[in-house]
């Protein structure tokens, strides 16, 4: 089975930028959805971004803008370039990942990492 590994969050203030990686063991992820959500305290585990097979990405309109989802197929690992921080990013931030097309649903990625932490303050 697909095995994630998040890296890359820390603590950073306004208006910083941080880079999340995420590599992927157990499938290429050539073929695969790949997504970022977040999860606040209190708050439901929201998607960030995501994209496709083919390179096509998709952004949560909060982000838009400052975020930018990227991959590296031959290094198997997924990236979330993030920039202008504001505090309501911070959240724990999740790695996922499942065959073949995007989805939006939680339930619909049967394959997450541990999360790394992003604080914005």
């Known amino acids: 089975h697909v095995q994630l590994v998040e890296s890359g969050g820390g603590s950073v203030r306004t208006g910083g930028s941080l880079r999340l990686s995420c590599a992927v063991s157990?499938?290429?992820?050539?073929?695969?959805?790949l997504a970022w959500f977040r999860q606040a305290p209190g708050k439901e585990r929201e998607g960030v971004a995501d994209?496709?097979?083919?390179?096509?990405?998709t952004y949560t309109d909060s982000v838009k803008g400052r975020f930018t989802i990227s991959k590296d197929n031959a290094e198997n690992t997924v990236y979330l370039q993030m920039t202008s921080l504001i505090p309501e990013d911070t959240a724990m931030y999740y790695c996922?990942?499942?065959?073949?097309?995007?989805?939006?649903?939680?339930?619909?990625?049967?394959?997450w990492g541990q999360g790394t932490q992003v604080t914005v303050s």
């Open positions: 996922a990942a499942r065959p073949g097309a995007c989805r939006w649903n939680v339930g619909d990625f049967n394959n």
């Open positions: 157990g499938y290429s992820i050539t073929t695969y959805c």
């Open positions: 994209i496709r097979g083919d390179g096509r990405s």
